[in-house]
């Protein structure tokens, strides 16, 4: 098995879009991308669900860009919308405060939209808000973080947090396997421990090293910031003298993972990342330090949360589905992104 994952992908009106390209959840807490490099350039639209159809505004809610994969996932819906003539793409002001975005998406529903896309600051808290858009009849394209309630959103579509640990864990795995390394010392940086999607993460990860027979040797999170990652990955560093691999969930809080490496002329091991940053994407490229690869959960899903509000909108399917109505749940694949296939992903990377 090679390095990378098989590619799959979803089809809008015949054209692939990378399943792993569209897959952190909002892994970080770091400034905002640059939006320059947030998304790949969207094809032009031209035929089959790309067909000019009934008009429909498109409500859009989403926390506060204060990192790069949510800057990122804001300029990838608007994109997305720009693409078609039936659109009018209707985003309302992101926010981090649960009860502001709550006031947001009632705003919406008032304004009657006729779908609307919601990233929420945490599905739980905002679950009412959507089971009230629904019940008004706005179909609620629930993105990424999931409602409780399965009856408050039409559609979910986000990434797999624990295919992210499993592909890193296969790419760790391999490799070492591959070099003959019986007892490796893995350590793996996580970003908030607490969370469920942290979690799911790091079981992934462990279920895919069982299948080499290894295991992790230690694990700390590091909040998904640049500051802690460096804080973090420094006490690792010292703590063990010989290291064999290193997984960390988060590129954005990679930044600082890589600074305190180079800060402690370390090398003797190799690194792996998480969520497919384009500042990644170039280290690995460039081959010329530990990082060797990074596990996508890219912000493009937003541009087709954006493309399925809209076919949902007109009553329409997916044309390359035999199904006549648009999937209830969408789960996107994790890639696994190398110096082989580093050109490939790169424009659909994000800037940490």
Request: with cysteine.
């Amino acid at each position: 098995m090679s390095d990378s994952v098989p590619r799959r992908g979803l089809l809008f009106g015949g054209a692939v879009i990378g399943a792993g390209a569209l897959v952190s959840a909002c892994t970080s807490n770091e400034p905002a991308a640059t939006p320059s490099s947030a998304a790949a350039p969207a094809p032009a639209a031209t035929a089959g669900n790309d067909a000019p159809g009934e008009k429909v505004v498109i409500g859009f809610s989403a926390p506060a860009a204060d990192h790069g994969w949510i800057a990122a996932i804001a300029k990838n819906a608007g994109d997305a919308a720009k693409q078609y003539s039936d659109v009018e793409f209707k985003p309302v002001e992101p926010t981090n405060d649960i009860n502001a975005q709550i006031s947001a998406v009632e705003s919406l529903i008032a304004a009657k939209v006729g779908a609307l896309v919601i990233l929420p600051n945490d599905g739980q808290q905002l679950n009412q808000i959507a089971r009230q858009a629904t019940d008004a009849g706005i179909p609620v394209i629930n993105l990424d973080r999931v409602f409780p309630d399965k009856l408050s959103y039409r559609t979910w579509i986000g990434g797999d947090n624990y295919g992210m640990g499993v592909a890193a864990g296969h790419f760790i795995g391999r490799r070492l396997k591959d070099k003959g390394v019986s007892d490796p010392v893995i350590l793996e940086i996580q970003g908030i421990a607490t969370l469920p999607l942290t979690q799911d993460r790091s079981k992934g990860f462990d279920d895919a090293l069982k299948t080499y027979g290894y295991k992790v040797t230690a694990r700390q999170d590091a909040q998904f910031t640049v500051e802690s990652g460096t804080k973090v990955a420094t006490n690792l560093l010292q703590a063990h003298k010989k290291i064999d691999a290193i997984w960390n969930h988060d590129d954005d809080q990679g930044i600082g993972v890589l600074a305190a490496i180079k800060e402690a002329e370390r090398g003797e091991f190799f690194m792996v990342g998480g969520a497919g940053s384009a500042n990644a994407m170039r280290e690995i490229q460039a081959d010329s330090g530990v990082l060797k690869a990074t596990v996508t959960y890219s912000p493009t899903m937003a541009a087709s949360a954006i493309k399925l509000a809209r076919l949902i909108a007109q009553g329409r399917g997916m044309s390359d589905l035999l199904e006549k109505q648009v999937p209830q749940s969408i789960t996107l694949a994790s890639e696994t992104v190398t110096k082989d296939n580093a050109a490939q992903y790169l424009p659909l990377g994000f800037e940490s």
